[in-house]
């Protein structure tokens, strides 16, 4: 944790995270701040892609649900109209989605399979804002 600041300047990064399911919004949200992180939250990939276009000089990451009303995948290529070189990482409950290789091969940064635990976001988020 304090690497990953120091390479802020003590800059809290901030993590748009976006999810239909409002208890999955809500734990990784608090997980996120947990992190030190600041969250801006949106429940769906139209409202993800309003408060990044409102929002791009300050975030750092943008971690999409896959299965969402207005989904993810639009979301990304939305977002990466906006800011090509935004850092998204895509989350779902399903493995076996066949757009998960197409986003990584258009710039996703990576995979988070659903239910996610602490852990596991943490080295994900840390790995991804590290590079």
């Known amino acids: 944790m304090q690497s990953k600041m120091k390479k802020y300047d003590n800059k809290r990064p901030v ?3 976006a999810d239909d399911d409002e208890m999955c919004l809500d734990v990784g949200t608090r997980m996120l701040q947990r ?3 600041k969250v801006l939250e949106a429940k769906d990939g139209h409202e ?3 408060i990044f276009e409102r929002n791009r000089k300050k975030v750092d990451l943008v971690i999409l ?4 009303p ?3 995948r639009t979301a990304f290529g939305q977002i990466k109209k906006i800011d090509e ?3 998204i990482l895509i989350a779902s409950g399903y493995t ?3 757009h998960i290789g197409d986003l990584l091969k258009q710039g996703c940064e990576g995979f988070l399979q659903k239910p996610f635990t602490f852990d596991h976001l943490s080295q994900k988020v840390s790995m991804i804002l590290e590079n």
């Open 15 to 17: 993590v748009l995270f």
């Open 35 to 37: 992190l030190g992180y």
């Open 48 to 50: 993800a892609v309003e």
């Open 65 to 68: 649900d896959m299965r969402m």
């Open 70 to 72: 207005n989904n993810g």
């Open 85 to 87: 070189d935004v850092k």
């Open 96 to 98: 076996e989605e066949s």
